[in-house]
Structure formats: C-alpha cells, structure tokens
C-alpha cells in the first residue's frame, strides 16, 4: 500500500479565506503550504500576527439561517465544516440576533488548529510577485491589503488595473467608561440571538438637539487626508460615519443611529429621536465597539465629537477608528467558474481580493477555492454549488453577476457585495405561500414568505451538492 501524498496546494495569504481554503484541502488528504507575510511584515490595519485576524467589526452578523441570507451562508458552511465558522461558535459573545466573536480567541483558535494540523505548513514570507510556474496550483487569498508588489504582479499578469474601496475600522470603548444612568441594555425588538438574552447591545440616546449639534460635529471634525491614490469612490456597505452625515442631516436616523425597535429604561415614555448602539467586543464583556462608527475623523477630532453621545462623555477608548484601503479585481473578466484565473490554469483567487465583502462572504469563497483547487489536484471534476445555495449566489455574483452597460460597454461595473437575497434566483412557480388564512400575502409578509422559501430551497440544494461531491 502507497503512502505517497499528492503535490503540495500553495496558499497566498492566511486571512479569512486562506485559512479556510487550507483547512479544506487539508483534509482532502493533500498537503498545504501556506505563505502568510505577518510576522514578516505587518499591513496598516492588523495587529497580531495571528491568522485571520478580524481587523474591522467583531461580528459575523446575522445567524438567522429561516430568513436571512448571512445566516444561510452560515447554516451552510456548517454543513461543509467550516473551520471560521467552528472557530466562530465556540468564541461568539452575546449579540442579539447576530453570531459575533471575542476577536482574540477567534483568530487564537484558528491559528491553533492551523498550525497543529499535520498537512499544513505555514511559512511566514512576503511573496512578492505571482507564484513560480512550479506551483501549478496555487491560491491567492491575499484579501484587501494586498502588498504593493504582488499587486502590481497581478495587474502585470491581468492587464486590468485593481480596483479599490475603503474597508473601516469602528472605535471601541472600555465597558466601565459608559455611563449607564443615561445608557441601557436591549437588542432591537428585544431580539434574542446565539449567545444572547435580548438585552445584548448599550444604547445611548439622543433628543433632535444632541443628534444635530452631533452631525454637524461629524462634518466639521478634522480628517486625516486623502493621499493620492485615495481619490476613489467608497462602498456603500461600509461608509465612514461622516460620509453618511453629509449625506443629509436625517441619513444616521435610518442607518446605524435608528431608534426603532428600542425603549429608553430610564425614560420609557419619551422616544428617542437617534440612538447609537454599542455591541460586545471580547468575552469577557469588558469592550464595547461602537456599531457602524468607522470612520477618517483624526484621533483628537474622535475623542471629543463621540464622548458628545449621552452616556459616552467619559468614554475611554481601547482603540479609535480608521480606514484602510481594500483592492480587489474585475474577477466577472479574469476569473472561469472555479475562481481560476483565465489567463493561467492552476491559479486561483479567493475571498475579498475576488469582490465578496464581509467575514463569512471572504471565508465561503476561501472554502469553495479550496474545494476547486483539492477536485484539480486529485483529478476529479470539479462541481460547482448550485446557484440557488448561498455558496452558488455569491459564487455566481464573483464570475459573472455584474451588469455591464449598453452605452458604456468599455465601463466596468463590478462592484464588491454582500451575500444577499438579491443574489439568489426566483423562486419557483409555486413555491412561495400567497396565502394565509385564505388572504393574500401582500408588501413585507410577502417578502418574508419569499424569503423563507428561498433559504429553504438553498439549504436543502446546499445538501444534496455536497453529499454528491463527499
């Protein structure tokens, strides 16, 4: 009997999606060898040199796996033995309806498992331009802070300039700063979630008169300067909090500062005009960050324009915000169905470098590369999830699901994107329930309905793909 391995997988990167591209091959029975620069040469956002390190929000977001198209994705990595999303269960916090994590423990837990797996091999080294020829099957999960020179060796490789969108950093506070004679504890709609009690997030409130001299302070306040290469639009998915306040004056009421769904303990009979919400850091409940606050406000300028939140005035920061910036590629062009790349087989990209944005998007791409990649080298074909799967949405979306424009054909359209339910296909004639005790399902109950049918469908698709390719 043999004992022979097949030839080693290379991985470029060990965030997130290298991590779980890894973990995936790894125990497929082929040897990994990943390449993480950190401990080498740090970027401008970490701080460890662990792998994947969380270095924006704490939270992996909704677990809701009935209604919500994060939580599907969630339910489904489970179902393909997710490492982050294991890593992520054992190390979450309370946050209401959300799964998030104690950040440390998380990237701690991951690197353990990692380092201690037999098959895998981490080396710490900058890989400066794209892998040699010898690696005829390689990864690159580099995500978005990618180095200069290897990104520069990909567009030398693709012929397409990057692209680049900011990814921010919100401040967290020391628990016992908040004032909690003006704070209280409650989750939207007292929402109880894994690891929660409906009373998971510290709301800080304020009247019409705190929320305008606060906007006006967010427009005003000293920000760090844009370099030249900066000069590029930003995602909508993740704007800096003074973005969106010079957006209009109501725009932080209907996005991170919305009182709905919040009762004030101290004052139940007055509704708060605006309120911002502060959600567990770490497990031992002493960090709090400050929910949808990253931002480009300079450090002097964050301390005196968040302790004008009631409840924050003597707020002391563990760490302030900021931005860095995040590159990713025309993957639609560049990238086949299996995230390989056209111009040359065997070298694949996966998570946020590929167009995904968020934790568990990056990571299920990390996941499906190494899939791919394992199929390759142990010459089996290579089955893609089902687009109707959350896997198969996103997937869909990276290789192929932007719109290209009939007047600007030269234009690219292709912009990064959470998974969502706009990304799945219809449902089937038939499938949603119109109706409910003999009425008709009309606006959201509609939406809802349609919703449930989708992530039903896609968990049960998700299913079948992966018993057929076990």
Known sequence: MTTDLPSPIHIIGGGLA??????????????????????????????????????????????????????????????????????????????????????????????HEI????????????????PPVEWDNAIISTGPLTAPSLAESIRTQTGADSLSFFDAIAPIVHRDTINMDVA???????????????????NCPMDREQYAAFVNALIAGDKTEFKEWEHVPYFDGC????????RGIETLRHGPMKPMGLTNEHNPTVKAYAVVQLRQDNALGTLYNIVGFQTKLKYGAQTDIFRMIPGLENAEFARL?????????????????????????????????TGCEGYVESASI????????????????????????????????????????????????????????????????????????????KGKDKTVAKRRAIAARALVHCREWLEATA
């Open 115 to 130: 380092a201690n797996h037999p098959l895998i091999s981490v080396i710490r080294e900058e890989i400066e331009g794209l």
């Open 366 to 441: 990390g996941l499906l590369a190494g899939r791919f990649a394992s199929a390759e080298r142990l010459g089996r074909p290579i089955s893609l999830p089902p687009p109707t799967s959350a896997f198969g949405a996103l997937l869909n979306h990276i290789t192929g699901g932007h719109i290209v424009s009939d007047e600007e054909p030269g234009k690219r359209s292709f912009q990064p994107m959470n998974i969502n339910f706009g990304l799945f296909p219809e449902p089937e004639p038939g499938t949603v329930i119109t109706t409910v005790d003999g009425k008709r399902l």
């Open 184 to 202: 209280w504890y409650q989750s939207r709609y007292d929402k109880v979630g894994p690891g929660g009690t409906g009373k998971d997030y510290i």
């Open 321 to 353: 915000g900021g931005l860095h910036r995040n590159t990713y590629i025309n993957s639609p062009v560049l990238l086949d169905t299996s995230l390989q790349l056209k111009s040359r087989p065997g070298l694949r990209f996966a998570g946020q470098i």
């Open 239 to 246: 704007l800096p909090i003074e973005i969106m306040a010079e």
């Open 18 to 111: 290298g991590s779980e591209a890894a973990w995936q091959i790894a125990n497929r029975g082929i040897p990994v060898i990943l390449h993480e620069m950190r401990g080498v040469r740090g970027t401008d956002a970490h701080k460890t040199d662990s792998l994947a390190e969380l270095v924006c929000s704490n939270s992996f977001r909704s677990d809701d796996a009935i209604s919500n198209a994060v939580g599907v994705l969630h339910a489904e990595m489970r179902l393909a033995g997710s490492l982050i999303m294991a890593a992520a269960d054992r190390n979450q916090v309370p946050a209401g309806g959300a799964l998030a994590v104690d950040r440390d423990a998380f990237a701690e837990a991951v690197t």
